[in-house]
Structure formats: structure tokens, C-alpha cells
């Protein structure tokens, strides 16, 4: 039996290391998904295994345990970088702007109200005390990346003979963190008088009302004698919107038209075009017809079809710069990214992903599909050296030395800070470089949740060893309650002001506050509730500068306060 003794007590061993992390993150991840009230704390009991490990000294050596812990955090955010960067900037329009100032307040207000419990209710002569605070901020907002950038910032200040075990703190305001930001939410319905079944009905109104950038397929029939004789280039420029006419019957005869076919009164032609558009296009062409058109009567049948961008060389490429019709003899009329159906304008930028909507004959179309790869099989494929070359810069970014007056350290972003926006950029404009970020959704979970597992797991078992004296013995339960109120607080103002000031509908502020807490809990609770696409909407809007935010802030926090 020496063997297996030795097994789980030599901390020197690589087969305990694994062993050590095998257990705590496997027994986590199955004590997460018990649910209390329905509500589970899923991967983040890896935290609270590793802490029971840590305890009872079931743990590793210190400098393994630390390079496990930082490289699962740059994998985890910048895994987050990679997912957010694509609808970063985007997520500043249409509204957008309102909510994201609405979340950046609220993030404010969390400091803030740290800030107020750390003076009330902690001693603030003992300097262990506001780290501590720091540690119970990102627990209330269950906000991981922001404790790694905490923990990193801290080391920097702070030299190896004190050892803030702020994790403790973040374990202790977790729980009542995911409860506390949907018991304030539910809170807000009945201070500004919410009837679910009336926000439901006014969404779905709103919602049919609202023009977007979804495509509308119609029929028309030319009757505009100012068009006759005109090509369709002439009519497109004329009419200064993008549409797509992807086939014309004229004088019984079915084609794909080219940018040189003329109109002519009499003629039949579908049309694609976003929603927003359609009336005027009507309006100037013709009316919606009805068609009885029997293409396979035709010499050259014309077929519709999905086909996926694979090839890396399309990466980057302008719709309206590639001559599909002219060369290739077909029409794109739609792209699906990411699940979302757009209308495919000239001025679309591909990604290596998109699901393109291809109108011409069978050989034609064949055509296009080599062009564009096509390859399901080739979407499996990870893009490593993406990650890696990615992870490289960020990580020299994030040591660049920004010295500013007043802080007893040079500014910078660090394991979290560097590569969080690298990757960002890199989702949003990788293709210029020629870079190819897609990764499948499935790919990108797994490598983010692999990186937080690591990240709890090794925060766990290093903050074990002293979490009893800390928190049992401690100042455990003003953690608890103090958290409370950095969870409650901020969502209870921001979600009345928005509510009563701006208007935005119920569910879109749900969707808003879990966004900004980056609880994915609270938004399955607001999704529940909703019919609509609403709560997702918000969520996604405030969620990549949220994430930006809380990972920035944690270590501005440390770097201007604790190192006072």
C-alpha cells in the first residue's frame, strides 16, 4: 500500500499533481450542478473543493500550484476576448450606448459601495483588511477574471512576506452573490410595479414594429415606366440601398440577372433585401406579386444553397469586392453568423464561419462552393497558433510599464488585462492580419472552461491552508453580509433608473444586470420568464465591456488603494 500512500502525499510527484487537480476539479464541477431553489453554482464550486483540499492539505507545491493558476486564467479570458470581440464595438450602437453607460455605472457604484462597507464596517488600520474587501467585491458580482487580476495586481505591490488569501473573501460573498443579484432584480418589479404578462405583450409589440437588418424575400412585378430600359446597377445606385435581385422572368424566361440586365416593364423579379427596405423598393419597382414560376421547365434549373466559408484566403474579403454575379454567375442573398440571419450587403466583411446563402445554377453554385472551401471538416479544425500568437502579444502587452503619479508601481494590464483585449482586437480585426479566429463553439467552452477550472482549482487549494482562521474565526460573516449589499445595492438603483427614467422594458434590464455581473444564472432565470429574445439581447450588449471593466477596475482598486 506504500504506493498509493505515496501517491496522494508526495507533493513532488507529477502523478499526484494530476491527481490532486483530477479530484478537486471533478468533484466541483458535480457539486456544482446540485441546485438549491433552482439555482446551481456550477463551475465555481471547483473553488470550494480546492478550498476543502487545501484545508485538510491534500495540496502541491506552491510554484506549480501558481503557474497552474495563471496560465488557466490567460486561457479563460482570453478565450472570453476571442468569443466578445466580434460584437465589441458593435455593441455601442443601437441603444447600446444607454445600456452600456447604465452597466459601467453600476460597476462604479459595486466599487463604491466596497468602499463604503470597508470604512463602516472593517478596521481600516489593519492593512490586510481592504485586500480582503477586494476579494468579497468580485465574489458579490461573481465575476472570476476580475479575482485573477485582483490576485496579480496584488503581487506586484506587495512583497512575498504577505499573503492575502483573498479568495477566502470571494468564497464567502459567492453564494449569496448569484442569489442576491436575482432576488434585487425580482426586487425591481415590484418597486416600478412590473406586470410581467404586459412587458411580454409591449415586447412582442415592439418587436413587429421595429425595422432590422433581417431579410425580406418578395416577388415584384416592374411597373415603374421611369426604370424601363434601365440596368440594375442604375437602379440599386438610384435607389442608395442595398438589395439583391437573385433571378428576373422576362418574357417567360427564367435568369440569374447581372449587374448590366436592364428592367422592363411586365418583368418578374425576387428580391432580396433587409426588412427596413422592402416598402421603398416597392414602392419604386412595383408592387408583391404572387408567381407561379416552374423552374425545373427551365434549361438551366436554378437552385438555392447553404454554403460555409472554410477557406482561410476568403478571411477578411469585401461581398461587394468579389465578382460573384459577373465571373461566377451567382447571387449571395443571405449570411448566417453565429445563428443570426443577415441580409448580405456589399459592404460584408467574411469570416471564416459564415453560412452563405448562394443563388444560381447547380454548376455555378458548384462553383463558388470550392471557392469558399465549404468544409465542415475544416471548421473542426482548432486554430492553435491564433490562441498562441494571440496569448504571446497579450502577454507583452500586458507587461508594458505605464508610471503614473501617485501609484507606488508602474501601471499594467497583466496575465488578464493584456491578453483580454488582444484578444478582443484579434476577434474583431484578426483578419487583417490574416489571422483566422474562428473556433466552434464547443472549442471555445471547452478551452475557457478548462483555464477556470485550473484558475478555482489552484486559488482553492492555495487559500485552504488559512481559510478557517480567516473566515471561521475570522471576519467570515461581515464577508457574507458585506458582500451582500456590493451585490444588491447597485442593481436595485441602475435597475429603477432604468426602468423609471429611460423606460427600457423589464426583461431587457434583467438581461442588462446579468450582463453586467456577468451571471449567466440570472440570465436562465430571466430567459424562463421571457417569450421574447429580450433578456438575451441586453446580456450580450453590456457583457463584453462588463467583462473589460471588472477586469480593468480590479486591478486600478489594487494598484491606487491597497498599496496606499
Known sequence: MDWLINLFTNEESIAHIVLLYSIVIAAGIYLGKIKVGGISLGVTFVLFAGIVAGHVGFTGPLSTLTFLQDFGLILFVFMIGLQVGPGFFESFGKGGIKLNALSAVAILLNILVMFGCYYIFFDTS????????????????????????????????????????????????????????????????????????????KLLAEEGESPDAKPRIMYLKVSNAYIAGRTMEEITQFLNRDMVCTRIMHNGEITVPTRNTNFEEGDEILVVCAEMDASAIQAFIGPEIEVNWHEEKQQQRLISKQILVTRGAMNGKMLGKIPFNAVYGVNITRITRQGMELFASSSHIFNVGDRITVVGTEENVARV?????????????????????????????????????????????????????????????????????????????????????????????KAGHGFWDTVVQGDGLKYVYTGFLI?????????????????????????MLAGTYTDPPALAYANSVCTGEAPAIGYSTVYPLSMFLRILTAQLVVLFFCGA
Open 369 to 461: 462552393a470550392e471557392m469558399v472551401g465549404n468544409s465542415e471538416k475544416v471548421l473542426n479544425h482548432p486554430n492553435l497558433a491564433t490562441i498562441f500568437i494571440g496569448i504571446m502579444v497579450g502577454l507583452l502587452f500586458g507587461s508594458l510599464p505605464l508610471a503614473i503619479p501617485g501609484m507606488p508601481v508602474p501601471l499594467k494590464l497583466g496575465l488578464a488585462g493584456g491578453p483580454l483585449i488582444i484578444a478582443i482586437f484579434i476577434g474583431r480585426f484578426g483578419y487583417r492580419m490574416h489571422l483566422v479566429t474562428y473556433t466552434t463553439t464547443s472549442a471555445n467552452m471547452m478551452l475557457r472552461e478548462f483555464g477556470l477550472a485550473l484558475f478555482l482549482a489552484s486559488v482553492g487549494i
Open 126 to 201: 489593519n492593512p490586510n483588511n481592504l485586500p480582503m474587501m477586494v476579494g468579497t467585491l468580485y465574489g458579490a458580482v461573481t465575476n472570476t477574471p476580475g479575482l485573477g487580476a485582483a490576485k496579480e495586481a496584488l503581487s506586484s505591490v506587495f512583497t512575498t512576506t504577505h499573503n492575502f488569501d483573498i479568495a477566502s473573501g470571494y468564497a464567502c460573498a459567492y453564494p449569496l452573490g448569484v442569489v442576491g443579484i436575482i432576488s434585487a432584480t425580482l426586487a425591481i418589479k415590484y418597486i416600478c410595479r412590473v406586470d410581467l404578462d404586459d412587458e411580454n405583450k
Open 487 to 511: 451585490t444588491i445595492i447597485p442593481i436595485l438603483i441602475i435597475g429603477t433608473i432604468a426602468r423609471k427614467k429611460y423606460k427600457f422594458n423589464y426583461f431587457t434590464i434583467m438581461g
